[in-house]
């Protein structure tokens, strides 16, 4: 399976990762990001065993963008680090239902229900909940949807689907935390178990040489919504 490189060095592998590929080996057995980069390396370089490469960070299965992986284990230590502290940023764009502000800040507490994979939002009173924050602009809106740039300020589970959803803004093509809108016969047809979710962008500090870096993909322009499809 291609997945496109966008950057390797000794310490990080970059990619943009498809529509429809798990990060990682799921219950569905098909074929998974980290496996696939696995082998990519392991032929690459003549490796011989188990090659390392960690994920520090995940997208959903139907999410497609950019995802940084780390070939050693200090870089996956201090990438984890990272995350943690806030220093790992990622954005977003999206299509959701409806026309929502302009501009806008969601705080909501979340628990993930591991049997079912479902995320929920709850009271902050709940003592194991996990805080959840991002912000964003609209961008454009037409046929009933928002085009949306999202910046992520934590890394929940499902958190940008869970979030938009409960403003009563859910994603387009979100059959787990929303419906499908109705649009246009040209917009109708899309890949099966696509979702209108793109990790646009990524930075961080390079875990060995501590300087800034960051990496994009290509985002959608004129008809929004047919990028996502």
Same mark, same amino acid.
């Given at each position: 399976?291609? #997945?496109? #490189? #966008? /950057?390797?060095?000794?310490?990080?592998?970059?990619? !943009? =990762?498809? %529509?429809? %590929?798990? @990060?990682?080996?799921?219950? @569905?057995? !098909?074929? !998974?990001?980290?496996? #696939?980069? =696995? &082998?990519y390396l392991k032929e690459k370089y003549d490796k011989p065993g188990n090659v390392f490469l960690a994920l520090v960070h995940r997208l959903d299965r139907p999410v497609s963008g950019v995802m940084v992986l780390a070939k050693t284990s200090k870089a996956a230590s201090r990438l984890s680090d990272q995350i943690r502290d806030r220093i790992f940023y990622k954005k977003y764009q999206a299509v959701i239902m409806g026309k929502c502000p302009p501009n806008g800040e969601f705080i909501h507490y979340l628990?993930?229900?591991?049997? &079912?994979?479902i995320t929920k939002v709850v009271p902050a009173s709940v003592s194991y909940a996990k805080k959840a924050v991002l912000n964003y602009h609209r961008i454009d809106?037409?046929?009933?949807? @928002?085009?949306? !740039? %999202?910046?992520? %300020? &934590?890394?929940? @589970?499902?958190?940008?689907?869970?979030? /938009?959803?409960?403003?009563? /803004?859910?994603l387009w093509g979100d059959k787990k935390y929303g419906e499908s809108v109705t649009l246009p016969a040209k917009f109708q047809t899309r890949q099966k178990g696509s979702l209108a979710l793109r990790a646009v962008s990524i930075s961080f500090l390079h875990p060995i040489k501590k300087e800034p870096i960051s990496f994009e993909v290509n985002r959608p322009s004129f008809e929004p919504w047919s990028y996502f499809l």
């Open positions: 399976m291609n #997945i496109p #490189i #966008i /950057f390797e060095d000794n310490h990080l592998l970059v990619v !943009d =990762k498809p %529509i429809n %590929i798990p @990060s990682q080996k799921d219950e @569905s057995n !098909d074929d !998974d990001l980290q496996t #696939i980069l =696995k &082998t628990v993930k229900d591991q049997k &079912t994979n809106y037409k046929n009933g949807c @928002s085009l949306v !740039d %999202i910046d992520l %300020i &934590t890394g929940r @589970s499902h958190q940008v689907r869970v979030q /938009f959803a409960a403003e009563g /803004f859910p």
